[in-house]
């Protein structure tokens, strides 16, 4: 069954340090992965996706995200981070090989400390 | 253009009470998808839809109904709510297997 993992609940980076949040994977065939952000009392919003091509992929707000699909990791990154990325982030998977679900990890918090 | 709203925003229920999420998107999406959102669960995927007239159960199906008649709207019901149902709920919509856009989300109590 495909499934998502984000090993760590909670990052604390310092403001203008590079950023790291981490996902692992599952799946039977090909995935599709996709990084989405949450700020407080808000719904989720898309940040970037790998479906096939570059392994490194860019999205909004200077995110970036490497795809390794020898270790099933699609690592959420920023080369110097903001107070303003404070916010809940979700790594999701979908398999091409099964039906149309998305499975979404359970979430890492992200705190900027200035 | 509003994307994916929700009605409605708050609700409070008695249990064993019942009620109906509505979810609208207007951006023509042929898939839509209900998930509930609670502390240190992430998003669970309740039911989806890829298409007008059809549903599909997620991973947490049990307690909820969903209805898709027309391909704008996507209806979650609870039929007799109980506290366990106390959540955040969330709806998607997406183009096929792309990535997919959520509404604002509605907070339900049930006491």
């Known amino acids: 069954a495909q499934s998502v993992a984000q090993p760590e609940d909670q990052v604390n980076v310092a403001e203008g340090n590079p950023l790291t949040v981490k996902c692992t994977y599952s799946?039977?065939?090909?995935?599709?992965l996709f990084w989405y952000v949450q700020y407080p009392n808000r719904g989720l919003q898309f940040l970037l996706k790998?479906?096939?091509?570059?392994?490194l992929v860019k999205g909004s707000y200077g995110f970036e995200a490497e795809f390794n699909k020898s270790q099933t990791s699609f690592h959420l990154k920023k080369p110097s981070a903001l107070v303003s990325d404070s916010a809940l982030y979700f790594c999701a998977v979908r398999d091409t090989n099964r039906d149309d679900k998305i499975i979404f990890g359970k979430g890492t918090r992200l705190h900027i400390l200035p | 253009n509003a994307g994916v709203t929700q009605t409605p925003k708050f609700r409070v229920l008695k249990t064993g009470q019942s009620m109906t999420l509505l979810c609208a998107q207007d951006m023509n999406h042929e898939y839509m998808y209900w998930y509930r959102q609670d502390p240190g669960m992430g998003l669970r995927l309740i039911h989806y839809s890829v298409g007008e007239g059809t549903t599909a159960k997620g991973e947490v199906p049990d307690g909820y109904n969903v209805s898709r008649l027309k391909k704008q709207n996507f209806l979650l019901g609870l039929e007799s709510a109980a506290p366990s149902q106390t959540s955040v709920y969330f709806c998607?919509?997406?183009?096929?297997?792309?990535?997919?856009?959520f509404g604002p989300g509605t907070r339900l109590t049930v006491t």
């Open positions: 790998y479906i096939t091509g570059d392994n």
């Open positions: 998607a919509s997406s183009y096929g297997v792309r990535e997919q856009y």
């Open positions: 799946v039977s065939g090909n995935p599709y």
